[in-house]
């Protein structure tokens, strides 16, 4: 890919083609939870939609069907953890695609696009869910708190295809891969809130005072969880 990058780059300029527009879209959420460390237990994590919008640039060699496609999109999703508990997480995502097309006329072309998205957090990446209980979280006897991190930089890959009409109009729907965990999740039963010094500010705890908590227990009295969620991108863009 990178070898194919380099050569569309060498395209002289009367072979290249140019374009900038504006893409948005919504994304539709898929969380892979690994398995809570040494604990039966399971998470109820769902996700719920979200949207992306930016500029973004082209270039074409229409004569191969290759190109190149990079966009800057600013990106809000978010998921919910049982009935009551929302994160919303706010990202500047960077996708570098090499794209192939086809005609299927004088007015549309079919084209697949492949590559890496650069993803970092500009919101909220920590958060402690103060007061999960046994509907939150099945297999635990009683209620706990948990924090939920979220990494402040990503890598996925971007897997797509879509149709271009009149040279102006983009649909496409993608798949977006992440390389390695974007999140991790860790749950401390009550019981073992008690056993370890009763560590508490008034019924809520801070993630600090969750760090420092989690500082004076053993492993084998937590659980964590890794996340790797991938999204679903359904997106329209307009080249000028």
């Given at each position: 890919?990178?070898?194919?990058?380099?050569?569309?780059?060498?395209?002289?300029?009367?072979?290249?083609?140019f374009s900038f527009g504006v893409k948005g879209?919504?994304?539709l959420g898929s969380n892979d939870l690994m398995a809570f460390t040494d604990k039966d237990y399971a998470l109820d994590l769902n996700n719920y939609a979200g949207f992306f919008i930016g500029p973004k640039m082209e270039l074409r060699i229409p004569i191969l069907g290759f190109g190149l496609e990079a966009a800057a999109l600013y990106s809000q999703k978010g998921m919910t953890i049982g009935d009551n508990e929302t994160f919303k997480q706010n990202s500047f995502l960077i996708p570098l695609n090499v794209k192939y097309a086809f005609g299927i006329g004088n007015i549309a072309n079919v084209f697949i696009a492949a590559g890496p998205e650069f993803g970092f957090n500009v919101g909220e990446t920590q958060r402690v869910f103060n007061n999960l209980t046994t509907d939150d979280i099945t297999n635990v006897t009683t209620g706990g708190i948990s924090a939920y991190v979220a990494k402040?930089?990503?890598?996925?890959?971007n897997?797509?295809?879509?149709?271009?009409?009149?040279?102006?109009?983009q649909v496409a729907l993608n798949?977006?891969?992440?390389w390695g965990k974007t999140s991790e999740f860790t749950y401390i039963d009550s019981s073992e809130i008690e056993n370890a010094e009763n560590i508490k500010n008034g019924g809520e705890v801070s993630y600090d005072t969750f760090e420092k908590l989690t500082g004076t227990m053993e492993k084998a009295e937590l659980a964590t969880s890794y996340i790797k969620a991938g999204t679903i991108q359904l997106s329209v863009a307009y080249l000028f």
């Open positions: 890919m990178a070898l194919m990058a380099a050569a569309l780059l060498m395209a002289t300029p009367a072979q290249a083609q879209g919504v994304t402040k930089s990503t890598l996925a890959i897997v797509g295809a879509g149709i271009t009409l009149l040279n102006h109009l798949y977006n891969m992440p």
